[in-house]
């Protein structure tokens, strides 16, 4: 803070959050106004990046082109056997009114989903956790109930991107 540093962007970066701490660091703190045109700018990777807010396909492409698509195919293989255990452990903690193992479990859910690009896991993954740490029980129950659906629908989209990217590849 004494060296100037008011602004924090953790991982896992997601565009729109880039894009709204670029905006917040330019904006006019005099009439909370972003600077003129700096909007106009970022507009069209804005909606790029919000377009599918399920999955960040860039993860899984980036991938595939530096490691090559087998590669991809074992993070993926890694991810769909872990994630069922970490979703059945959810369950438990909710069960169990244990939010210390659920925000451990969430953790670990929004890691392997940041490395997959499951956008929307992650956010809620995120959200489950920091209320689960913070005693919001309803909150972190709450969150932890969408967990597996948005497991099984990342999942869907990522057989699709897989798909096109194997048919780019051929």
């Not at 003129?36 to 909606?47: A, I, K, S, T």
């Not at 969430?106 to 995120?126: E, F, M, P, Y």
């Not at 109930?145 to 629908?153: R, V």
Request: glycine fraction near 6%; proline fraction near 3%; charged fraction near 25%.
């Amino acid at each position: 803070m004494a060296a100037g540093l008011n602004t924090l962007l953790t991982k896992p970066v997601f565009p729109e959050r880039l894009f709204e701490t670029i905006e917040a660091i330019f904006a006019d703190p005099g009439d909370g106004t972003q600077e003129r045109g700096f909007g106009e700018l970022l507009e069209p990777q804005r909606r790029a990046a919000q377009r599918n807010d399920l999955l960040d396909s860039q993860v899984l492409t980036e991938d595939a082109a530096m490691l090559g698509l087998a590669a991809v195919e074992r993070i993926l293989s890694s991810y769909r056997n872990v994630l069922p255990k970490h979703l059945s452990d959810v369950s438990s903690s909710v069960q169990n009114d244990d939010l210390a193992t659920l925000a451990t479990t969430a953790h670990a859910i929004k890691s392997a989903a940041s490395a997959v690009g499951a956008r929307r896991l992650v956010q809620t993954a995120d959200d489950c956790e920091s209320a689960a740490l913070n005693g919001l029980s309803a909150a972190a129950y709450e969150s932890a109930g969408k967990l597996a659906s948005l497991h099984e629908e990342s999942l869907a989209e990522i057989s699709n991107l897989m798909d096109r990217l194997q048919w780019a590849a051929e």
